[in-house]
């Protein structure tokens, strides 16, 4: 994952209330209004924060086909796929990391 796409998946997830609209899409896809109401936030507050998180490109957005006014919103697994990789990734270093410093202490102790 190129590091300005993991800039903007860390920046979107920086924010509480976005990780909360995330954690609900996994559930299952939503509307803006129910992710409003969930989260007790206004209407354009829940707009600010769908802005950035289809920005970064964790949520994509739809219409049905009864009303194209509604938007349903739904995760998209890749950037979080993307991070975990990143994660493991990061993990695997600083393991390698603190295995080579606790050698290092056990040998001079």
Known sequence: MPSAAL???LAALADPQRRRVVDLLAQRPRAAGELARELDISPPAMSRHLRTLRASG????SHPEFDARVRIYALRPEPMVHLLRWLEESERLWSAQLLAFKAHVERDA
Not at 58 to 61: I, Q
């Open 58 to 61: 964790l949520v994509e957005e």
């Open 7 to 9: 800039d903007l998946t």
